[in-house]
């Protein structure tokens, strides 16, 4: 079975600029969950996706991050404008059936912004 | 505000003695508590779960104890191995009567290093 899959899996940009996330979770999986994680820190989820619904964004910033789950499989993840302070790894995960405690993450994106 | 603390940031035991990593949390409405592991450059993976209304769950050589009264759960693990080096992360699920928000609240990690 095919895991998690997410590009790129480093990203460099400079503040103010744009930049976009892919997820591909698991087949058949009906929940997907963006993560980001701070060095030092535990993943903070972002946003989750029942389908193509929103469950849960009560920790996205909105007035610069964007998400979406077309189609109820792959999804985006957008920063626009970046700050310094959104260095981090961008985690997604995704799981058979909402709020499931046992979620499969993918590798991960680390965004460094200079 | 840290609902979940894993208060040591490293261990370090030798192979084949055992691990005991541990974790506190200051709320009652988690219905689960989680162990996940991370290798560098790679996402977490689920370890060990254990429910609010058990005390001890065992998987193998991973065992997870949880203390309700102390707010207090730790991973066992034994005997150790060098594979086991990784960081853990504990988390917690809040329970039926957070409705939609029941998100998944992680602590700070705890890296350990099993030397041989």
């Known amino acids: 079975e095919a895991g998690v899959a997410q590009s790129p899996r480093y990203k460099i940009i400079e503040k103010r600029q744009s930049v976009a996330f892919w997820c591909n979770p698991i087949s058949g999986h009906a929940t997907l969950y963006w993560y980001q994680q701070i060095l030092g820190q535990g993943p903070k989820l972002l946003i989750q996706f029942q389908n193509n619904g929103v469950v849960d964004d009560s920790q996205l910033p909105k007035d610069r991050f964007s998400a979406e789950r077309l189609k109820g499989v792959d999804s985006t993840l957008k920063i626009q404008p970046a700050k310094l302070e959104d260095s981090a790894v961008y985690l997604c995960a995704s799981s058979p059936g909402s709020f499931s405690y046992e979620q499969y993450f993918g590798p991960g994106t680390r965004l460094t912004v200079t | 505000d840290q609902q979940v603390k894993q208060n040591s940031p490293s261990l370090s035991v030798q192979e084949g003695r055992i691990s005991i990593l541990n974790c506190d949390y200051t709320?009652?409405?988690?219905?689960?508590f989680l162990w996940y592991k991370k290798y560098p450059a790679e996402g977490p993976t689920f370890l060990i779960s254990?429910?609010?209304i058990k005390d001890k769950n065992e998987d193998g050589r991973f065992t997870v104890f949880l203390n309700k009264s102390a707010k207090h759960l730790s991973l066992h693990i034994v005997p150790s191995q060098p594979g086991d080096s990784a960081v853990y992360f504990c988390?917690?699920?809040?329970?039926?009567?957070?409705?939609?928000?029941?998100?998944?609240?992680w602590g700070l990690g705890t890296s350990l290093a099993v030397n041989p």
């Open positions: 709320n009652s409405m988690f219905d689960y």
């Open positions: 988390a917690a699920r809040w329970g039926p009567n957070a409705g939609n928000n029941r998100k998944l609240i």
């Open positions: 254990i429910s609010s």
